[in-house]
């Protein structure tokens, strides 16, 4: 049974970067034609897609956090992380993994099974 | 980005009665050469993660039991639960992935009246 958990510091300061990992089990993301997508939600802004990436290296990025986000791959230990630099309160979220519904599209679809989640505030 | 518009933003319904949530995108997410919509449903349950029902608007996942259905195309879409159960006080949110950024709709909370 696939199956996807987010780890990572759940308090990080303004201004450091902010990363999280989502190992994957029950699947092999080195064998997968699928994308791998963070999203986080907030009750502000609710649910935001940061980023997809491919067992290949290919990512999609969300233009509003580009500048900032760094997603990659390692399939040797078959999990996907997730940086996001210069942080502020407005990246305080729950971040969650997700394995993309479509195999071999070669873009962002709908995202099952997700991850539990993982709480991150940004405080000093 | 498409913005995804969810209404309403919460509705009490009684056991055993029709809930239905409305999804409509700032412009259209259908694919006219396969006939597709690039949309997809969800449940959220508190302290869950989102569940994924449907895809391509209508494609029900396997297990998602069928009182719940998906309709609608081009820009406005619908989901019905025709029966309301205990177990689908939850929140509801549509997705398109059409277009990246892919995007989700605001919610829609289903509680028990």
């Known amino acids: 049974q696939l199956q996807l958990q987010e780890s990572g510091p759940g308090l990080v300061k303004p201004s450091e970067t902010l990363s999280l990992t989502c190992t994957v089990s029950g699947d092999s993301l080195s064998s997968s034609s699928y994308y791998w997508g963070w999203i986080r939600q907030t009750p502000r802004k609710g649910l935001e897609w940061i980023g997809s990436?491919?067992?290949?290296?290919?990512?999609y990025y969300n233009p509003s956090l580009k500048s900032r986000l760094t997603i990659s791959v390692d399939t040797s230990k078959n999990h996907f992380t997730l940086e996001l630099t210069s942080v502020t309160a407005a990246d305080t979220a729950v971040y969650y993994c997700?394995?993309?519904?479509?195999?071999?599209?070669?873009?962002?679809?709908?995202?099952?099974?997700w991850g539990q989640g993982t709480l991150v505030t940004v405080s000093s | 980005d498409i913005v995804m518009t969810q209404s309403p933003d919460s509705l009490a319904v009684s056991l055993g009665e029709r809930a239905t949530i409305n999804c409509k995108s700032s412009?259209?997410?259908?694919?006219?050469?396969?006939?597709?919509?690039?949309l997809a449903w969800y449940q959220q349950k508190p302290g869950q993660p989102p569940k994924m029902l449907f895809y391509w608007a209508s494609t029900r996942k396997s297990g998602v039991p069928d009182r719940f259905s998906g309709s609608g195309s081009g820009t406005d879409f619908t989901l019905t639960i025709s029966s309301l159960q205990a177990e689908d006080v939850a929140v509801y949110y549509c997705?398109?992935?059409?277009?990246?950024?892919?995007?989700f709709g605001g919610g829609t909370k289903v509680e028990i009246k």
């Open positions: 997705q398109q992935y059409y277009r990246t950024p892919v995007t």
């Open positions: 997700a394995k993309d519904g479509l195999g071999g599209s070669g873009t962002t679809n709908w995202f099952d099974p």
């Open positions: 412009q259209s997410v259908l694919y006219y050469s396969t006939n597709k919509n690039f």
């Open positions: 990436i491919h067992s290949s290296g290919s990512t």
